[in-house]
């Protein structure tokens, strides 16, 4: 295992589909999804004591992951929203005052995009379709042919996922992520994320 990127671009995930989604959407001027995937890291369960339980907490890992990060984005931006709102927005200054408030607004800006960033990752994650996380999680849940069942769905589990986004079979999901970041990030946020 590695640090290093480069080992992990896989480059269908990682280069065509990114980029053919641009250039579709450079082309056509819509606003497709925009997303990718790297290498998947392989994991042995034998190394687990208890092999199925580990394999939980492996699927566990990532979204929680996610969501701490989400959550602390967001405690921090509401934490510094204040601040900006009542010191700087809406207030003209000096040089250095202006550069303090871009660079305030470009950390509530970053805190923005990496909490919904993180929403996104952690609820995709979450879908039970190999080799998403969500898959790991219901098949400790499932009886022996269920499990089966997960395992043939393996090798086709991208492109069912491809067939989701492609026809549209995630649009609930993405209100629900709208209506999870009203509600974290508020309204004064948002409208400074669409600046």
Same mark, same amino acid.
């Given at each position: 295992m590695t640090l290093n990127p480069l080992p992990h671009i !896989?480059? @269908?995930?990682? @280069?065509? @589909?990114?980029?053919? *989604? @641009?250039? *579709?959407?450079l082309i056509t001027g819509g606003g497709f999804f925009i997303f990718g995937w790297a290498k998947p890291v392989p994991i042995d369960p034998r190394y687990f004591k208890d092999p199925e339980k580990g394999m939980l907490f492996v699927g566990l890992a990532g979204p929680m992951t996610n969501l701490a990060l989400f959550s602390?984005?967001?405690?921090l931006g509401r934490s510094l929203l204040p601040l900006y709102v009542n010191f700087f927005l809406g207030k003209g200054g000096s040089f250095f005052f202006e550069l303090g408030s871009n660079a305030f607004l470009?950390? *509530?800006?970053?805190? +923005?995009?990496?909490?919904i960033i993180n929403t996104i990752l952690a609820t995709f994650n979450l879908i039970?379709?190999?080799p998403? !996380? +969500?898959s790991r999680i219901l098949n400790y849940f499932l009886p022996a042919k269920g499990k089966q069942i997960m395992a043939q769905l393996e090798r086709y589990g991208f *492109?069912?996922?491809l067939a989701l986004i492609w026809l549209g079979g995630l649009q609930g999901l993405f209100s629900l992520l709208n209506?999870?970041?009203a509600f974290a990030l508020g309204n004064t946020w948002i409208s400074l994320l669409s600046f």
């Open positions: !896989d480059p @269908i995930g990682t @280069i065509l @589909i990114p980029a053919g *989604l @641009i250039l *579709l959407r602390l984005a967001s405690l470009a950390l *509530l800006y970053f805190l +923005g995009v990496f909490a039970p379709i190999p998403l !996380d +969500g *492109l069912i996922i209506n999870l970041w």
